[in-house]
């Protein structure tokens, strides 16, 4: 199945009646936002009635807070902050899941690789054994209580270190601010979402060295990808409107699937050009 080309951009013609602000943790662009960033590109989200601005909050903790207080429309963010929110009843729902699981990854510099005689393609068994020499790690997160700060922790202790006694857990506010430091030689490491870790790989020569994906942090692999949160009040008061923001992205993700080829160039000219 193919769209129809006057969905491969973003359509300018009658302005949408409606704005719908969307909080990222950050301002990268991150492959597991692909639906989102589709639905726009591709016009879904115009054909629903209503136009998409983005802001970005920092970090995963710092978009859940926003939406609480009563910014934006929704919030596109990792499972964790928001099933907290959820649990202690703060007045949020989830009302999708855009992937099954969330696409984070420990990576280390090239340098600190070398240091330690390990390298791309050891089994796991062989890396986790490695690791337990990996006292004194500096690895960046972006925020405490994010994804990227509990999937640190999960690794290393994984691994048979104390995440607080053997490493260094250094906050860095951003993905960009940990490549930087990367770069500078100022962290051994950061944990990220794609696709951070294979710039890191591309530019830095660094290795991935545990991902969820390969279900190598215990505890993240079976939990979902990305999902969409919103305040109960919102979705109560005008439950048409999230309704036609769910049609979009399912319909964003369905191209995905049946189009893979066309969707990758299309986020790459929307995101990543």
């Known amino acids: 199945m193919r769209f129809p080309a006057s969905h ?3 359509l300018s013609i009658a302005a949408p009646e409606r704005k719908v602000t969307i909080i990222h943790a950050t301002n990268t662009a991150l492959v597991a936002w692909a639906p989102s960033y589709l639905a726009e590109a591709l016009g879904f989200y115009h054909d629903e009635g209503f136009a998409i601005e983005r802001v970005s909050s920092g970090s995963g903790p710092a978009s859940v807070t926003a939406l609480i207080s009563g910014s934006g429309t929704s ?3 990792p499972p964790g902050e928001l099933l907290v929110a959820v649990a202690r009843g703060l007045g949020l729902k989830i009302i999708m899941a855009q992937a099954n699981y969330q696409t984070l990854h420990l990576v280390i510099s090239k340098q600190f690789a070398e ?3 390990v390298a791309e393609g050891m089994p796991i068994r062989e890396r986790l ?3 337990q020499n990996f006292k004194g790690f500096r690895c960046g997160i972006t925020a405490p209580g994010s994804s990227t700060d509990y999937a640190a922790r999960a690794a290393f202790k994984s691994a048979g270190l104390d995440p ?3 490493v ?3 906050p860095l506010g951003s993905t960009p601010s940990a490549l930087a430091a990367m770069r500078n030689g100022n962290i051994d490491g950061f944990t990220a979402a794609s ?3 294979e710039m890191a790989k591309l530019q830095f020569g660094a290795m991935i060295y545990f ?3 390969r279900d190598e942090i215990p505890g993240f692999k079976p939990m979902a990808g990305q999902v969409v949160g919103v305040r109960n009040a919102d979705i109560e008061k005008g439950p048409d409107l999230y309704a036609a923001l769910v049609r979009a992205d399912v319909k964003a993700m369905r191209y995905i699937i049946q189009e893979p080829r066309a969707a990758g160039e299309t986020l790459q000219k929307a995101r990543y050009e």
Do not use: E, T
């Open 8 to 10: 491969c951009r973003v």
């Open 75 to 77: 919030v596109l963010n």
């Open 115 to 117: 240091r330690h005689w």
């Open 129 to 131: 054994a490695a690791a």
């Open 164 to 166: 607080v006694a053997d």
């Open 168 to 170: 260094q857990i250094l």
């Open 195 to 197: 696709p951070a870790p």
């Open 211 to 213: 991902s969820v994906g």
